[in-house]
Nanobody
Framework: QVQLVESGGGLVQAGGSLELTCATS????????TGWYRQTPGKERELVAQ???????NYADSVQGRFTISRDNSRSTVHLRMNSLKPEDTAVYYC?????????????WGQGTQVTVSS
């Protein structure tokens, strides 16, 4: 079982910044495509950004140019730097991982961290 633990959520004013961290299992980190997803009440969970073991990234159009996803291989962590935050970014943010050997869907989820953007 892969364990994912998110941290870094909180309350911030519009235009501000936050950085989320996802701590993952170091044993299989090199085999995970990791990403950040968000969900608001009544809506499906949506992909925000993802990153492959090789460092290739993909972003939702709504966050392109504002958010940056990165990996720290020495610590087996994934980070999401969120700049120029907007009220519509308010959501519960989840770290999710696809296990590369035969995997296509997210197999592991963190518990989520709340991000609230005011003003």
């Amino acid at each position: 079982q892969v364990q994912l633990v998110e941290s870094g959520g909180g309350l911030v004013q519009a235009g501000g910044s936050l950085e989320l961290t996802c701590a993952t299992s170091g044993r299989v980190f090199a085999l995970l495509v990791t990403g950040w997803y968000r969900q608001t009440p009544g809506k499906e969970r949506e992909l925000v950004a993802q990153i492959t073991p090789g460092g290739s990234t993909n972003y939702a159009d709504s966050v392109q140019g504002r958010f940056t996803i990165s990996r720290d291989n020495s610590r087996s962590t994934v980070h999401l730097r969120m700049n120029s935050l907007k009220p519509e970014d308010t959501a519960v943010y989840y770290c999710g991982a696809i296990y590369l050997p035969g995997g296509r869907d997210v197999a592991f989820w963190g518990q989520g961290t709340q991000v609230t953007v005011s003003s």
